[in-house]
């Protein structure tokens, strides 16, 4: 797992954990900044994996070209 993906998964669950604050204490404002939170984390997770993704394509691309030379 990359550092990004890592850090996106551990702000998912502080996102969550002050969503769920804000839901037990009432408190809407703190409840919907942590749904943000959650949800930008999220964002960064699969810009992430997309990332991975398309490096491992590039990849293989190339060792495709190689073996044809």
Do not use: F, P, W
């Amino acid at each position: 797992m990359s550092d990004e993906k890592y850090k996106a998964k551990l702000d998912q669950v502080k996102g969550s954990l002050k969503e769920g604050l804000g839901k037990v204490t009432g408190d809407k404002k703190v409840e919907i900044e942590g749904l943000v939170d959650k949800t930008l984390a999220k964002g960064r997770e699969i810009v992430d994996d997309i990332k991975e993704g398309s490096e491992g394509a590039v990849d293989s691309i190339k060792k495709a070209l190689d073996k044809k030379k």
